[in-house]
């Protein structure tokens, strides 16, 4: 079984910046693409970025393209996502996820999720 942890969540001033960390264990050998996704109070869960393990290949929802960065570190088994020029509308819980073999834009093509941690953006 994987476990999935975010790290580096917060509080931070429209302009700013933050970096999220995922750290995996009870690794299977056999991830695909991992990803970052967000849910806003009253809204679908919806896509912000992935990454092919193996390749390092980098996929953007539009909304963050530009302004994040994903990156992942595989001897570390970590992954993470740097967040600049933070904007209100970025706040939300933020999730990493794990795909085996599928991915990388839709949720259900994820079969691994972290607990979420909370990025708040403030005017």
């Known amino acids: 079984q994987v476990q999935l942890v975010e790290s580096g969540g917060g509080l931070v001033q429209a302009g700013g910046s933050l970096r999220l960390s995922c750290a995996a264990s009870g690794r299977t050998f056999s991830t695909y693409v991992m990803g970052w996704f967000r849910q806003a109070p009253g809204k679908e869960r919806e896509f912000v970025a992935a990454i092919s393990w193996g390749g390092g290949s980098q996929y953007y929802a539009d909304s963050v393209k530009g302004r994040f960065t994903i990156s992942r570190d595989t001897a570390k088994n970590t992954m993470s996502l740097q967040m600049n020029s933070l904007k209100v509308e970025d706040t939300a819980v933020y999730y990493c996820?794990?795909?085996?073999?599928?991915?990388?834009?839709?949720?259900?093509?994820?079969?691994?999720w972290g607990q979420g941690i909370q990025v708040t953006v403030s005017s």
């Open positions: 996820a794990e795909s085996t073999g599928l991915g990388p834009y839709a949720p259900d093509h994820y079969d691994y």
